[in-house]
Protein backbone atom coordinates (compact mmCIF):
# COMPACT_ATOMS: atom_id res chain seq x y z
CA UNK A 1 0.00 0.00 0.00
CA UNK A 2 1.16 3.13 -0.88
CA UNK A 3 2.06 6.37 1.47
CA UNK A 4 -1.18 7.75 3.08
CA UNK A 5 -2.95 10.81 1.23
CA UNK A 6 -3.43 12.84 4.43
CA UNK A 7 -6.95 15.76 4.40
CA UNK A 8 -7.92 17.77 7.38
CA UNK A 9 -11.29 17.02 6.53
CA UNK A 10 -12.27 13.48 4.78
CA UNK A 11 -16.18 13.33 3.63
CA UNK A 12 -16.70 9.56 3.56
CA UNK A 13 -20.16 8.97 1.29
CA UNK A 14 -21.16 11.05 -2.10
CA UNK A 15 -25.11 11.51 -1.16
CA UNK A 16 -27.14 15.05 -0.68
CA UNK A 17 -25.76 15.41 2.77
CA UNK A 18 -21.74 14.24 1.48
CA UNK A 19 -21.94 16.72 -1.26
CA UNK A 20 -23.91 19.90 0.37
CA UNK A 21 -20.97 19.99 3.27
CA UNK A 22 -18.40 19.81 0.43
CA UNK A 23 -19.75 22.51 -1.13
CA UNK A 24 -20.20 24.51 1.92
CA UNK A 25 -16.39 23.59 3.42
CA UNK A 26 -15.14 25.06 -0.26
CA UNK A 27 -17.37 28.32 0.56
CA UNK A 28 -15.99 28.36 3.98
CA UNK A 29 -12.44 27.96 3.21
CA UNK A 30 -11.92 29.36 -0.16
CA UNK A 31 -9.01 28.51 -2.39
CA UNK A 32 -7.10 25.92 0.47
CA UNK A 33 -10.40 23.70 0.10
CA UNK A 34 -8.69 21.52 -2.55
CA UNK A 35 -5.85 20.11 -0.40
CA UNK A 36 -7.68 20.03 2.84
CA UNK A 37 -10.60 18.82 1.65
CA UNK A 38 -11.62 15.19 0.11
CA UNK A 39 -15.13 13.89 -0.76
CA UNK A 40 -14.93 9.94 -1.39
CA UNK A 41 -17.41 8.14 -2.81
CA UNK A 42 -18.07 4.61 -4.41
CA UNK A 43 -19.67 6.45 -7.31
CA UNK A 44 -18.28 9.95 -9.16
CA UNK A 45 -21.95 10.99 -9.86
CA UNK A 46 -24.53 11.65 -6.94
CA UNK A 47 -27.94 10.67 -7.89
CA UNK A 48 -31.25 12.45 -7.34
CA UNK A 49 -33.38 9.91 -5.74
CA UNK A 50 -36.71 11.59 -6.18
CA UNK A 51 -36.79 11.72 -9.49
CA UNK A 52 -36.21 8.06 -9.96
CA UNK A 53 -39.31 6.59 -10.07
CA UNK A 54 -39.71 8.52 -13.39
CA UNK A 55 -37.24 7.11 -15.16
CA UNK A 56 -39.14 3.66 -14.25
CA UNK A 57 -42.01 5.38 -15.88
CA UNK A 58 -39.96 7.22 -18.56
CA UNK A 59 -40.64 10.51 -18.06
CA UNK A 60 -37.29 11.24 -17.78
CA UNK A 61 -33.79 10.26 -19.16
CA UNK A 62 -31.44 8.42 -16.43
CA UNK A 63 -28.65 11.04 -17.26
CA UNK A 64 -30.75 13.75 -16.30
CA UNK A 65 -31.27 12.56 -12.44
CA UNK A 66 -27.87 12.28 -11.72
CA UNK A 67 -24.66 14.85 -11.53
CA UNK A 68 -21.29 14.81 -11.59
CA UNK A 69 -19.52 15.23 -8.33
CA UNK A 70 -16.64 16.61 -9.62
CA UNK A 71 -18.54 19.28 -11.72
CA UNK A 72 -20.80 19.58 -8.01
CA UNK A 73 -18.13 19.88 -5.78
CA UNK A 74 -15.23 21.52 -8.26
CA UNK A 75 -13.38 23.38 -5.12
CA UNK A 76 -12.46 19.96 -3.23
CA UNK A 77 -10.57 16.65 -3.70
CA UNK A 78 -13.05 14.36 -5.08
CA UNK A 79 -11.75 10.55 -4.66
CA UNK A 80 -14.16 7.65 -6.32
CA UNK A 81 -13.57 4.43 -3.89
CA UNK A 82 -15.48 2.09 -2.44
CA UNK A 83 -14.20 2.49 1.65
CA UNK A 84 -13.27 -0.76 3.48
CA UNK A 85 -12.48 0.89 6.72
CA UNK A 86 -12.42 3.73 8.74
CA UNK A 87 -9.76 3.57 11.41
CA UNK A 88 -10.50 6.51 13.97
CA UNK A 89 -7.62 5.81 16.69
CA UNK A 90 -4.97 5.86 13.54
CA UNK A 91 -7.49 8.51 11.91
CA UNK A 92 -7.65 6.80 7.91
CA UNK A 93 -9.77 5.79 5.87
CA UNK A 94 -9.03 2.75 3.53
CA UNK A 95 -10.55 2.15 0.37
CA UNK A 96 -10.82 -0.20 -2.56
CA UNK A 97 -9.71 2.34 -5.72
CA UNK A 98 -9.88 -0.52 -8.35
CA UNK A 99 -8.95 -3.45 -9.68
CA UNK A 100 -5.62 -1.76 -10.51
CA UNK A 101 -5.04 0.80 -8.01
CA UNK A 102 -5.70 -1.54 -5.33
CA UNK A 103 -6.23 -0.21 -1.57
CA UNK A 104 -5.64 3.53 -0.87
CA UNK A 105 -5.39 4.57 3.14
CA UNK A 106 -6.08 7.92 3.46
CA UNK A 107 -5.43 10.57 6.49
CA UNK A 108 -7.67 13.03 8.32
CA UNK A 109 -7.98 15.25 11.46
CA UNK A 110 -11.67 14.92 10.98
CA UNK A 111 -14.05 12.50 9.68
CA UNK A 112 -17.44 13.02 8.27
CA UNK A 113 -19.80 10.54 8.06
CA UNK A 114 -21.99 10.72 5.18
CA UNK A 115 -22.59 7.07 3.85
CA UNK A 116 -26.48 6.75 3.55
CA UNK A 117 -27.75 3.33 4.58
CA UNK A 118 -28.06 0.05 2.43
CA UNK A 119 -30.68 -2.83 1.68
CA UNK A 120 -31.27 -6.02 2.98
CA UNK A 121 -33.69 -8.21 1.89
CA UNK A 122 -32.59 -11.32 3.45
CA UNK A 123 -35.33 -11.36 6.02
CA UNK A 124 -38.45 -12.53 3.22
CA UNK A 125 -37.06 -15.79 1.72
CA UNK A 126 -36.91 -15.54 -2.31
CA UNK A 127 -36.54 -11.29 -1.92
CA UNK A 128 -33.13 -11.01 -2.45
CA UNK A 129 -32.73 -13.22 -5.79
CA UNK A 130 -35.67 -11.91 -7.39
CA UNK A 131 -37.43 -8.56 -6.24
CA UNK A 132 -36.42 -5.36 -8.02
CA UNK A 133 -34.75 -2.52 -6.06
CA UNK A 134 -35.08 1.30 -6.74
CA UNK A 135 -31.62 2.86 -5.42
CA UNK A 136 -29.77 3.63 -8.23
CA UNK A 137 -29.88 4.70 -12.10
CA UNK A 138 -29.03 1.12 -13.08
CA UNK A 139 -31.95 -0.37 -10.59
CA UNK A 140 -34.36 2.27 -12.93
CA UNK A 141 -33.67 1.56 -16.09
CA UNK A 142 -33.05 -2.46 -15.28
CA UNK A 143 -36.97 -1.87 -13.87
CA UNK A 144 -38.00 0.48 -16.94
CA UNK A 145 -36.71 -2.34 -19.38
CA UNK A 146 -38.16 -5.13 -17.50
CA UNK A 147 -41.30 -3.85 -17.69
CA UNK A 148 -40.96 -3.30 -21.47
CA UNK A 149 -39.62 -7.01 -22.49
CA UNK A 150 -42.62 -7.62 -19.78
CA UNK A 151 -45.00 -7.22 -22.63
CA UNK A 152 -42.88 -8.29 -25.30
CA UNK A 153 -43.04 -11.39 -23.95
CA UNK A 154 -46.89 -11.78 -23.33
CA UNK A 155 -47.19 -10.14 -26.44
CA UNK A 156 -46.12 -13.94 -27.76
CA UNK A 157 -47.82 -15.98 -25.23
CA UNK A 158 -50.59 -17.86 -26.22
CA UNK A 159 -51.15 -19.34 -22.72
CA UNK A 160 -54.17 -16.90 -20.64
CA UNK A 161 -52.37 -17.52 -17.27
CA UNK A 162 -48.92 -16.93 -18.07
CA UNK A 163 -50.02 -13.67 -19.91
CA UNK A 164 -51.52 -12.26 -16.61
CA UNK A 165 -48.56 -13.41 -14.69
CA UNK A 166 -46.18 -11.74 -17.21
CA UNK A 167 -48.34 -8.62 -17.12
CA UNK A 168 -49.04 -8.51 -13.61
CA UNK A 169 -46.68 -6.34 -11.35
CA UNK A 170 -45.83 -6.22 -7.61
CA UNK A 171 -44.73 -3.24 -6.11
CA UNK A 172 -43.83 -4.05 -2.06
CA UNK A 173 -44.07 -0.87 0.50
CA UNK A 174 -46.29 1.69 0.69
CA UNK A 175 -44.08 4.66 1.50
CA UNK A 176 -43.43 7.53 -0.77
CA UNK A 177 -41.06 5.50 -3.19
CA UNK A 178 -43.29 2.52 -3.32
CA UNK A 179 -46.33 4.41 -4.22
CA UNK A 180 -44.36 6.87 -6.73
CA UNK A 181 -42.73 3.79 -8.80
CA UNK A 182 -46.33 1.82 -8.86
CA UNK A 183 -48.10 5.51 -10.02
CA UNK A 184 -45.30 5.25 -12.63
CA UNK A 185 -45.41 1.41 -13.71
CA UNK A 186 -49.12 2.10 -13.69
CA UNK A 187 -49.01 5.01 -16.23
CA UNK A 188 -46.30 3.36 -18.50
CA UNK A 189 -47.65 0.38 -18.98
CA UNK A 190 -51.09 1.65 -19.93
CA UNK A 191 -49.76 4.48 -22.08
CA UNK A 192 -47.78 1.68 -23.83
CA UNK A 193 -50.64 -1.41 -23.67
CA UNK A 194 -52.43 0.83 -27.23
CA UNK A 195 -49.00 -0.62 -28.83
CA UNK A 196 -49.51 -4.25 -28.16
CA UNK A 197 -52.98 -4.60 -30.08
CA UNK A 198 -52.92 -8.03 -29.15
CA UNK A 199 -53.15 -7.68 -25.46
CA UNK A 200 -56.65 -7.48 -23.95
CA UNK A 201 -56.44 -4.31 -21.46
CA UNK A 202 -57.81 -6.32 -18.23
CA UNK A 203 -54.29 -8.21 -18.25
CA UNK A 204 -51.98 -5.34 -17.37
CA UNK A 205 -52.37 -5.16 -13.74
CA UNK A 206 -50.06 -3.40 -10.89
CA UNK A 207 -50.60 -4.74 -7.23
CA UNK A 208 -49.36 -2.49 -4.15
CA UNK A 209 -49.12 -4.58 -1.09
CA UNK A 210 -48.53 -2.72 2.31
CA UNK A 211 -48.01 -3.91 5.89
CA UNK A 212 -49.68 -1.31 7.33
CA UNK A 213 -53.38 0.31 7.32
CA UNK A 214 -53.11 3.12 4.86
CA UNK A 215 -50.19 4.14 2.48
CA UNK A 216 -48.08 6.70 2.78
CA UNK A 217 -47.44 6.66 6.77
CA UNK A 218 -45.62 10.03 7.15
CA UNK A 219 -48.20 12.01 5.22
CA UNK A 220 -51.90 13.11 7.08
CA UNK A 221 -54.53 10.03 7.11
CA UNK A 222 -56.55 12.15 5.18
CA UNK A 223 -53.43 12.19 1.95
CA UNK A 224 -52.82 8.77 2.18
CA UNK A 225 -56.89 7.95 2.07
CA UNK A 226 -56.93 10.10 -1.42
CA UNK A 227 -53.41 8.55 -2.48
CA UNK A 228 -55.37 4.89 -2.01
CA UNK A 229 -58.22 5.82 -4.56
CA UNK A 230 -56.58 7.67 -6.55
CA UNK A 231 -54.46 4.62 -6.94
CA UNK A 232 -57.68 2.50 -7.20
CA UNK A 233 -59.20 4.68 -9.38
CA UNK A 234 -56.65 4.26 -12.16
CA UNK A 235 -56.37 0.34 -12.07
CA UNK A 236 -53.71 -0.59 -8.85
CA UNK A 237 -54.51 -3.41 -6.82
CA UNK A 238 -54.15 -2.27 -3.19
CA UNK A 239 -53.36 -5.38 -0.33
CA UNK A 240 -52.90 -3.16 2.59
CA UNK A 241 -52.20 -4.62 6.41
CA UNK A 242 -51.08 -7.52 4.77
CA UNK A 243 -47.51 -8.52 4.80
CA UNK A 244 -44.88 -11.02 1.90
CA UNK A 245 -43.76 -14.01 3.53
CA UNK A 246 -42.03 -15.38 0.17
CA UNK A 247 -41.62 -14.46 -3.28
CA UNK A 248 -40.51 -17.05 -5.95
CA UNK A 249 -39.61 -16.74 -9.40
CA UNK A 250 -43.22 -16.48 -10.33
CA UNK A 251 -45.20 -15.70 -7.04
CA UNK A 252 -45.68 -13.82 -4.10
CA UNK A 253 -46.61 -15.67 -1.16
CA UNK A 254 -48.60 -13.30 1.94
CA UNK A 255 -48.50 -14.15 5.24
CA UNK A 256 -52.18 -14.83 5.11
CA UNK A 257 -51.68 -18.12 3.00
CA UNK A 258 -52.87 -15.94 -0.05
CA UNK A 259 -50.73 -15.67 -3.49
CA UNK A 260 -49.90 -13.42 -6.26
CA UNK A 261 -49.10 -14.70 -9.53
CA UNK A 262 -46.22 -12.65 -11.02
CA UNK A 263 -42.97 -12.77 -12.73
CA UNK A 264 -41.80 -9.57 -11.59
CA UNK A 265 -41.69 -8.04 -7.83
CA UNK A 266 -40.18 -4.05 -6.56
CA UNK A 267 -39.24 -3.98 -3.14
CA UNK A 268 -39.12 -0.47 -1.79
CA UNK A 269 -38.71 -1.95 2.19
CA UNK A 270 -35.20 -3.24 3.78
CA UNK A 271 -33.94 -0.17 4.42
CA UNK A 272 -30.78 -1.18 6.76
CA UNK A 273 -27.78 0.39 8.63
CA UNK A 274 -24.70 0.85 6.74
CA UNK A 275 -22.52 -2.36 8.26
CA UNK A 276 -18.87 0.66 8.28
CA UNK A 277 -21.39 2.32 11.47
CA UNK A 278 -22.77 -0.38 12.38
CA UNK A 279 -18.71 -1.43 12.85
CA UNK A 280 -17.55 1.47 13.86
CA UNK A 281 -20.02 2.40 17.17
CA UNK A 282 -19.79 -1.61 18.10
CA UNK A 283 -15.41 -1.14 17.92
CA UNK A 284 -15.38 2.37 19.50
CA UNK A 285 -18.44 2.16 21.98
CA UNK A 286 -20.33 5.49 19.70
CA UNK A 287 -23.86 5.33 20.71
CA UNK A 288 -26.28 4.79 17.96
CA UNK A 289 -29.95 4.27 17.55
CA UNK A 290 -31.43 1.70 15.54
CA UNK A 291 -27.95 1.86 13.59
CA UNK A 292 -27.76 5.55 12.84
CA UNK A 293 -24.90 6.99 15.19
CA UNK A 294 -26.37 9.69 17.82
CA UNK A 295 -25.09 12.64 17.39
CA UNK A 296 -25.14 16.22 18.74
CA UNK A 297 -27.38 19.19 17.63
CA UNK A 298 -23.99 20.70 16.10
CA UNK A 299 -23.87 17.78 13.79
CA UNK A 300 -20.63 16.02 16.24
CA UNK A 301 -20.90 12.76 17.25
CA UNK A 302 -21.80 12.08 20.55
CA UNK A 303 -18.45 12.16 22.87
CA UNK A 304 -15.74 12.61 19.86
CA UNK A 305 -14.05 15.99 18.63
CA UNK A 306 -12.98 15.03 15.12
CA UNK A 307 -15.51 12.74 13.97
CA UNK A 308 -19.40 14.22 12.93
CA UNK A 309 -22.39 12.45 10.89
CA UNK A 310 -25.06 13.64 8.87
CA UNK A 311 -27.80 11.98 6.61
CA UNK A 312 -29.38 8.82 6.52
CA UNK A 313 -27.14 6.80 8.90
CA UNK A 314 -26.79 9.69 11.74
CA UNK A 315 -29.66 9.61 14.36
CA UNK A 316 -29.66 14.24 14.40
CA UNK A 317 -32.16 15.40 17.30
CA UNK A 318 -34.93 16.32 15.69
CA UNK A 319 -35.25 20.63 16.82
CA UNK A 320 -38.04 21.80 19.13
CA UNK A 321 -41.79 21.39 17.51
CA UNK A 322 -42.53 24.46 15.68
CA UNK A 323 -46.15 23.20 14.41
CA UNK A 324 -46.08 23.46 10.74
CA UNK A 325 -44.79 19.91 10.24
CA UNK A 326 -45.60 16.28 10.05
CA UNK A 327 -42.12 14.96 10.96
CA UNK A 328 -41.73 17.12 14.25
CA UNK A 329 -43.09 14.84 16.65
CA UNK A 330 -40.00 12.69 15.76
CA UNK A 331 -37.07 12.30 18.30
CA UNK A 332 -34.42 12.41 15.65
CA UNK A 333 -34.64 13.93 12.37
CA UNK A 334 -36.12 11.61 9.05
CA UNK A 335 -33.66 9.99 6.91
CA UNK A 336 -35.11 12.38 3.91
CA UNK A 337 -33.76 14.87 1.12
CA UNK A 338 -34.75 17.95 2.34
CA UNK A 339 -32.96 17.45 5.94
CA UNK A 340 -29.89 15.69 4.35
CA UNK A 341 -29.04 18.68 1.97
CA UNK A 342 -29.40 20.86 4.96
CA UNK A 343 -27.70 18.84 7.50
CA UNK A 344 -24.86 18.41 4.58
CA UNK A 345 -24.51 22.14 4.49
CA UNK A 346 -24.20 23.25 8.27
CA UNK A 347 -22.67 19.93 8.89
CA UNK A 348 -19.51 21.94 6.52
CA UNK A 349 -20.08 25.44 7.82
CA UNK A 350 -19.57 23.53 11.56
CA UNK A 351 -16.48 21.71 10.34
CA UNK A 352 -14.98 24.85 9.01
CA UNK A 353 -15.96 26.53 12.14
CA UNK A 354 -13.75 24.30 13.94
CA UNK A 355 -11.23 24.36 12.15
CA UNK A 356 -10.50 28.33 11.53
CA UNK A 357 -11.88 28.68 15.40
CA UNK A 358 -13.35 31.75 13.64
CA UNK A 359 -16.93 30.85 14.85
CA UNK A 360 -19.00 28.50 17.64
CA UNK A 361 -20.56 25.65 15.83
CA UNK A 362 -24.43 26.16 15.15
CA UNK A 363 -27.23 23.61 15.99
CA UNK A 364 -29.30 22.25 13.36
CA UNK A 365 -32.72 24.17 13.54
CA UNK A 366 -34.14 22.87 10.55
CA UNK A 367 -37.56 21.48 11.60
CA UNK A 368 -39.20 20.65 7.81
CA UNK A 369 -41.14 21.96 5.71
CA UNK A 370 -43.58 19.22 4.13
CA UNK A 371 -43.88 16.32 2.44
CA UNK A 372 -44.85 15.20 -1.10
CA UNK A 373 -45.16 12.13 -3.46
CA UNK A 374 -45.82 11.99 -6.60
CA UNK A 375 -48.80 9.39 -7.11
CA UNK A 376 -49.22 9.16 -11.20
CA UNK A 377 -51.02 10.48 -13.77
CA UNK A 378 -50.16 13.99 -13.20
CA UNK A 379 -51.48 13.86 -9.28
CA UNK A 380 -49.82 13.96 -6.30
CA UNK A 381 -50.03 14.43 -2.16
CA UNK A 382 -48.58 17.34 -0.82
CA UNK A 383 -48.32 18.97 3.02
CA UNK A 384 -46.86 22.18 3.03
CA UNK A 385 -46.39 24.32 6.06
CA UNK A 386 -49.23 22.39 7.54
CA UNK A 387 -51.39 23.29 4.34
CA UNK A 388 -52.92 19.62 2.83
CA UNK A 389 -52.93 19.48 -1.15
CA UNK A 390 -53.77 16.64 -3.39
CA UNK A 391 -54.23 16.39 -7.41
CA UNK A 392 -53.17 18.28 -9.97
CA UNK A 393 -52.08 21.90 -8.17
CA UNK A 394 -50.37 19.25 -6.04
CA UNK A 395 -48.44 17.64 -8.68
CA UNK A 396 -47.32 20.64 -10.31
CA UNK A 397 -46.07 21.39 -6.71
CA UNK A 398 -44.14 18.75 -6.42
CA UNK A 399 -42.46 19.24 -9.47
CA UNK A 400 -41.79 22.64 -9.14
CA UNK A 401 -40.34 22.01 -5.74
CA UNK A 402 -38.00 18.96 -6.73
CA UNK A 403 -36.73 20.70 -9.71
CA UNK A 404 -35.98 23.53 -7.92
CA UNK A 405 -33.82 20.98 -5.71
CA UNK A 406 -32.23 19.51 -8.17
CA UNK A 407 -28.36 20.44 -8.10
CA UNK A 408 -27.26 22.50 -11.58
CA UNK A 409 -29.06 25.13 -14.23
CA UNK A 410 -27.94 22.56 -16.89
CA UNK A 411 -29.61 19.19 -15.39
CA UNK A 412 -32.59 21.67 -14.63
CA UNK A 413 -33.11 22.93 -18.24
CA UNK A 414 -33.11 19.17 -19.50
CA UNK A 415 -35.46 17.68 -16.96
CA UNK A 416 -37.67 20.61 -17.90
CA UNK A 417 -37.66 19.57 -21.43
CA UNK A 418 -37.94 15.87 -20.67
CA UNK A 419 -41.41 16.87 -18.68
CA UNK A 420 -42.51 19.22 -21.28
CA UNK A 421 -41.95 16.65 -24.15
CA UNK A 422 -43.61 14.04 -22.12
CA UNK A 423 -46.95 16.00 -22.05
CA UNK A 424 -47.41 15.90 -26.04
CA UNK A 425 -45.37 12.74 -27.06
CA UNK A 426 -45.77 9.24 -26.29
CA UNK A 427 -43.14 7.51 -23.82
CA UNK A 428 -40.58 5.95 -25.13
CA UNK A 429 -40.73 1.59 -25.44
CA UNK A 430 -37.22 0.82 -26.52
CA UNK A 431 -36.02 -1.93 -25.15
CA UNK A 432 -32.43 -0.89 -24.64
CA UNK A 433 -31.06 -3.72 -22.76
CA UNK A 434 -27.24 -4.02 -22.36
CA UNK A 435 -26.14 -7.63 -22.00
CA UNK A 436 -24.26 -8.17 -19.01
CA UNK A 437 -21.12 -10.08 -19.23
CA UNK A 438 -21.80 -14.45 -19.11
CA UNK A 439 -20.74 -15.51 -15.30
CA UNK A 440 -19.34 -18.41 -17.40
CA UNK A 441 -17.35 -17.51 -20.48
CA UNK A 442 -14.94 -19.39 -22.99
CA UNK A 443 -11.90 -18.36 -23.40
CA UNK A 444 -10.19 -19.41 -26.86
CA UNK A 445 -6.09 -19.24 -27.17
CA UNK A 446 -3.72 -20.14 -29.57
CA UNK A 447 -0.76 -22.48 -29.52
CA UNK A 448 1.81 -19.40 -27.51
CA UNK A 449 -1.01 -16.65 -26.44
CA UNK A 450 -0.56 -15.60 -22.39
CA UNK A 451 -3.65 -15.83 -21.05
CA UNK A 452 -2.03 -13.45 -17.95
CA UNK A 453 1.31 -12.75 -16.34
CA UNK A 454 2.83 -12.86 -12.98
CA UNK A 455 2.20 -9.93 -10.90
CA UNK A 456 -1.30 -8.95 -12.74
CA UNK A 457 -4.38 -8.62 -11.09
CA UNK A 458 -6.42 -11.65 -11.02
CA UNK A 459 -9.83 -11.47 -11.77
CA UNK A 460 -10.95 -15.38 -12.95
CA UNK A 461 -11.10 -18.50 -11.71
CA UNK A 462 -10.41 -21.43 -14.70
CA UNK A 463 -11.23 -25.22 -15.83
CA UNK A 464 -9.46 -26.30 -19.14
CA UNK A 465 -12.21 -27.88 -21.43
CA UNK A 466 -9.76 -28.39 -24.12
CA UNK A 467 -5.97 -27.77 -25.00
CA UNK A 468 -3.30 -27.34 -22.39
CA UNK A 469 -2.45 -24.40 -20.27
CA UNK A 470 1.10 -24.27 -19.35
CA UNK A 471 2.31 -21.98 -15.85
CA UNK A 472 5.65 -20.71 -15.55
CA UNK A 473 7.30 -18.36 -13.25
CA UNK A 474 8.42 -14.48 -13.58
CA UNK A 475 11.87 -16.40 -15.29
CA UNK A 476 10.01 -18.49 -18.27
CA UNK A 477 10.93 -21.58 -15.84
CA UNK A 478 8.15 -23.94 -15.98
CA UNK A 479 6.19 -25.23 -13.10
CA UNK A 480 3.46 -26.97 -14.21
CA UNK A 481 0.79 -28.00 -17.10
CA UNK A 482 -2.95 -28.18 -16.73
CA UNK A 483 -4.97 -30.28 -19.58
CA UNK A 484 -9.05 -30.84 -19.92
CA UNK A 485 -10.53 -31.16 -16.63
CA UNK A 486 -8.46 -29.38 -14.59
CA UNK A 487 -8.45 -26.11 -12.82
CA UNK A 488 -6.08 -23.50 -11.66
CA UNK A 489 -6.65 -19.70 -10.13
CA UNK A 490 -7.91 -20.56 -6.66
CA UNK A 491 -4.69 -19.26 -5.19
CA UNK A 492 -4.44 -16.09 -6.33
CA UNK A 493 -8.37 -15.81 -5.75
CA UNK A 494 -8.01 -16.82 -2.52
CA UNK A 495 -5.11 -14.49 -0.81
CA UNK A 496 -3.67 -11.83 -2.56
CA UNK A 497 -5.76 -11.69 -5.94
CA UNK A 498 -2.78 -11.79 -7.46
CA UNK A 499 -1.19 -13.92 -10.52
CA UNK A 500 1.91 -15.52 -9.28
CA UNK A 501 2.73 -17.50 -12.22
CA UNK A 502 2.79 -16.79 -16.21
CA UNK A 503 -0.52 -18.49 -18.20
CA UNK A 504 0.67 -19.83 -21.79
CA UNK A 505 -1.44 -21.89 -24.28
CA UNK A 506 0.80 -24.83 -24.72
CA UNK A 507 -1.66 -26.13 -27.70
CA UNK A 508 -5.17 -24.40 -28.89
CA UNK A 509 -7.18 -24.68 -26.17
CA UNK A 510 -10.61 -23.19 -24.51
CA UNK A 511 -10.97 -22.22 -21.05
CA UNK A 512 -14.39 -21.84 -18.96
CA UNK A 513 -13.79 -18.83 -17.00
CA UNK A 514 -15.52 -18.16 -13.64
CA UNK A 515 -15.32 -14.24 -12.62
CA UNK A 516 -14.02 -13.64 -9.20
CA UNK A 517 -17.32 -12.45 -7.23
CA UNK A 518 -18.92 -15.53 -8.52
CA UNK A 519 -16.24 -17.45 -7.40
CA UNK A 520 -15.97 -15.53 -3.63
CA UNK A 521 -19.93 -16.08 -3.46
CA UNK A 522 -19.92 -20.09 -4.22
CA UNK A 523 -16.35 -20.86 -1.65
CA UNK A 524 -18.45 -18.76 0.93
CA UNK A 525 -21.98 -20.23 0.92
CA UNK A 526 -19.85 -23.74 0.71
CA UNK A 527 -17.56 -24.43 3.11
CA UNK A 528 -16.46 -27.98 1.62
CA UNK A 529 -15.76 -26.47 -1.91
CA UNK A 530 -13.58 -23.62 -0.03
CA UNK A 531 -11.97 -26.64 1.99
CA UNK A 532 -10.94 -28.47 -1.35
CA UNK A 533 -9.79 -25.63 -3.29
CA UNK A 534 -7.68 -24.33 -0.34
CA UNK A 535 -6.73 -27.61 -0.24
CA UNK A 536 -5.54 -28.12 -4.07
CA UNK A 537 -3.72 -24.71 -3.91
CA UNK A 538 -1.47 -25.95 -0.97
CA UNK A 539 -0.44 -28.56 -2.73
CA UNK A 540 0.32 -26.59 -5.47
CA UNK A 541 4.71 -25.85 -6.23
CA UNK A 542 5.23 -22.71 -4.83
CA UNK A 543 6.88 -19.90 -7.08
CA UNK A 544 10.07 -18.37 -5.95
CA UNK A 545 9.83 -14.45 -4.47
CA UNK A 546 10.83 -11.74 -7.09
CA UNK A 547 13.00 -8.76 -5.13
Not at 187 to 212: M, Q
Not at 309 to 337: L, N, Q, Y
Not at 376 to 403: D, K, P
Amino acid sequence: MAEALQFDVVIAGGGFAGVYAARALARQLGGDARHRVALVADQNFMVFQPMLAEVVGSSLSPRHVVNPIRRLCPGVTVLRGRIEQIDLARKTVTLNAGDFAGQVEIGFRHIALTMGGVVDLSRVPGMPEHAYLLKNVGDALRLRSTIIDRFEEAALETDETERERLLRFVVVGGGYSGVEVAGQMNDLGREILRFYPGLPENAFRVVLIHSGPHLLPEINAALGSYCELHLAARGVDLHLDTRVAAITASKVCLADGREVESHTVVSTVGNAPHPLILHLCETNSLPCENGRICTEPFLRVVGQEAVWAAGDCAAVPMPPKRGISPTEPRRFCPPTGQFAMRQGRLLGENIAASLTGDAAPAPFTFGGIGELASIGHHAAVAEVLGMRFSGFFAWWLWRTVYLAKLPGLERKLRVMMDWTLDLFFPRDITLLQSQPTQVLQETHLEAGDILFHAGEPAFSFYIVKSGRIDLSNADNSPVRSVGPGDHFGERALLSDRTWQLTATAGERTTLIALEAKVFDAITRADTSIRDLLIKTASKLPVPPQRA
